[in-house]
């Protein structure tokens, strides 16, 4: 079998070490995506699934994390790759922007997920086509919000660990609405939620790469303000 691959690298996640196994190719063009090179799928990132399974076998690394861009476009191969990682008892770790919930409704029936990490980019509103971009792919936004729905009704009803994660961006992703809204949709799911800083410079978007990140102090402002109507919630800034 043959799928897109951006690339591997070894990462620290929660203090383990892990293999990132980079999957070509994704539905959302975010205009601040510091992953720009591996968006598309190009005939240069077709591989033989084999190679990464022979790295999976040879490491020792505590876990196996599939990101991208997006790995849940490619499902069969990221099936593929779950259930091969399992086998050689790793943790499995999916990142991934909650558009495909059949990939992921496969992986949670069969057991082959341990974490799954979501990149909440906007409320589900008008904002979420200004921010991704994606009705330059082959869904309009009103049916990818729908996906994105269900998606977040499946996590609900597992037993998985989730993780959430927003990027607020200056000009693009800051308003306290807006951030409210997104910690109204992380707060139905139970999980902690990090706010991440903008990295300035590598941006798809060529108008905002030289932009100023905001401040530590403007991101805990954000989470003070989130935390008054969400006095559960764990709330990291990353």
């Keep these: 079998m043959e799928f897109y691959l951006g690339g591997m690298k070894s990462i620290v996640l929660d203090d383990k070490f892990y293999l990132a196994v980079l999957f070509a190719g994704c539905n959302f063009r975010c205009r601040y995506c510091f992953n720009s090179s591996i968006l598309e799928f190009k005939n240069e990132f077709l591989?033989?699934?084999?190679?990464?399974?022979k790295t999976i076998s040879a490491s020792d690394f505590n876990g196996v994390l599939f990101a991208g861009a997006e790995p849940c476009i490619q499902r069969q191969a990221l099936i593929s790759l779950a259930r091969f990682s399992k086998k050689k008892n790793k943790q499995v770790a999916v990142f991934t922007n909650c558009s495909r919930p059949d990939s992921l409704r496969s992986l949670i029936i069969e057991q082959l997920v341990d974490r799954i990490y979501i990149d909440i980019?906007?409320?589900f509103s008008k904002s979420f086509e200004r921010v991704t971009n994606s009705r330059t792919y082959f869904k309009e936004p009103e049916q990818i919000i729908a996906d994105m729905k269900e998606t977040f009704e499946l996590l609900r009803n597992s037993d998985v660990t989730v993780i959430a994660r927003t990027t607020i961006i200056p000009s693009l992703m800051y308003r306290k609405d807006d951030i409210i809204k997104i910690a109204k949709l992380v707060h139905s799911l139970e999980?902690?939620?990090e706010l991440q800083h903008y990295i300035p410079g590598i941006s798809l978007d060529k108008k905002i790469q030289n932009i100023r990140p905001f401040t530590k102090s403007f991101l805990n402002t954000l989470k003070e303000i989130c935390l008054k109507e969400f006095p559960d919630m764990e709330i990291g800034i990353v």
């Design 47 to 53: 591989k033989n699934i084999m190679e990464v399974k």
């Design 121 to 123: 980019k906007s409320p």
């Design 191 to 193: 999980c902690n939620w």
